[in-house]
Nanobody, 115 residues
Framework: QVQLVESGGGLVQAGGSLRLSCVAS????????MDWYRQAPGKQRELVAR???????NYADSVKGRFTISRDNAKKMVFLQMNSLKPEDTAVYYC?????????WGQGTQVTVSL
């Protein structure tokens, strides 16, 4: 059974930083594109950042220049470094993996940014 487990969420003041981690029990982690999504209360889940199997990255406009996604294939992990956090970044953050028709999600980790 595939599992993605996020960690690193918490409460931080505006302007602060957090680093989210996700470890995946995927047999061949390196072939998967890996995503971070988030969902705020009353809103749809949105893509925050993606890193492809080849290492290319893309970001939502709202986080460009503040967030950085990275991966460590040897450890089967993906990270999201979040700097200059804003209250509007408050959400549950989900790690996702994507390869062909295989799509898996983690359980999410709460990020709360206070004024």
């Amino acid at each position: 059974q595939v599992q993605l487990v996020e960690s690193g969420g918490g409460l931080v003041q505006a302007g602060g930083s957090l680093r989210l981690s996700c470890v995946a029990s995927l047999s061949i982690f390196s072939i998967y594109n890996m995503d971070w999504y988030r969902q705020a209360p009353g809103k749809q889940r949105e893509l925050v950042a993606r890193i492809t199997s080849g290492g290319s990255t893309n970001y939502a406009d709202s986080v460009k220049g503040r967030f950085t996604i990275s991966r460590d294939n040897a450890k089967k992990m993906v990270f999201l470094q979040m700097n200059s956090l804003k209250p509007e970044d408050t959400a549950v953050y989900y790690c996702g993996s994507d390869y062909g028709q295989s799509r898996y999600w983690g359980q999410g980790t709460q990020v709360t940014v206070s004024l």
